[in-house]
């Protein structure tokens, strides 16, 4: 067990939401209205029992913080997608469009397990049937399409817009109202579809509009990542795995003061913790030792966040949504803190 004395300054060095629960309410070091975005991966919102621990982790902080939600799709559904994409290009439509069926199913039966009451669950089902739908609409049963990325990436994106209309409901069943956001409806980006660059400045402005009346409204804006929109209203990605640039695009709109990535692992670690044993996790890391790190294939952590980030001077954490109780990788500005990890000649 850590001693008390460590337990102490691992509360002063924890992200904002520890250190709300930790105070007790006491004395506060923080204002009211800090605000802070908290990203979930597809792991983590792998089913109804995952979406509602998650949803948990978002209760948690919205007790004391203002909080943004940007979720990625369920896992392997964007693999899915991507691949009815591909049966288009090769004219097999029966296998596409199966796969959009099992899709569609996939995501009904999560909610048929959130178990919500009869009025949530009828309005989440037409919001779902109506995604299905169009969904549906790509997929011809006969005739030709013409595959394009355009094409690919407006099927992409029914992953995040699927399960953010869904965690949402979780939340809202977990006690905290709460509202789907589409990112494309206000990041604007280029239209390299399947990898498309954000115009910050434009998103910015266009973000807030949509985001701040939702806070002020009381309510958790759950917003997709990984998709954005060309000014004239195409779907684009923003390349795979790609929602982490997301979170960090949206923390940016609404001026957080921390990110939270939550994932499958306690942190970033020296190697891929799933591959090496001799795997070390990191407790603090610089900017340039993240960027070095997911630059170099560290897939936690999707390497377009750290220039912004750093830019912005934004704090990032990457947590473990299964261990909430372990502190996690902070990524930011130096601190005073003499527990920094070792990471190879860091500053
Ligand atoms: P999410 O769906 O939450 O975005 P990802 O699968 O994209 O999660 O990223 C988390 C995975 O990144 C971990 O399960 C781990 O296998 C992998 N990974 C690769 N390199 C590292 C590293 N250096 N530190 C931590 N995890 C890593
Ligand atoms: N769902 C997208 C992907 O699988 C984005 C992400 O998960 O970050 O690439
Ligand atoms: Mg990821």
Redesign the pocket.
Known sequence: MTPEYLQEEVAADSCLVERFALANNNAREVSNHSLVALKF??TSLLGAERMLHAAGLVRTAAQDLDVVVVV??MKG???RLLSISRALAEGKLSHASNEAEGLIHLHFNVLQDLELGEENQDRVRRGLQLLGRDLLHEVPSQGRVLATAELADRL?SF??RFSARLFAAALEKSGVPAVPVSSSDFVLTCDTFRDAKPHLEETKQRGRGILLPLLEAGLVPVVT??IGATPDGRITTLG?????FSGAIIAHVVDAEELVIWTDVDGVYTANPHDSVEAKLLHDLSYDEAHALAAGGAKVL?PQVLPLAAETEMTIWIRNTFKPHVRGTRIGLPQNSNNRAQFGGAA
Do not use: I, K, Q, Y
């Open positions: 991966g597809g990625s799709a559904v964007t693999d992409a992953g995040e990542g990984f795979r795995n790609s929602s982490d999707h």
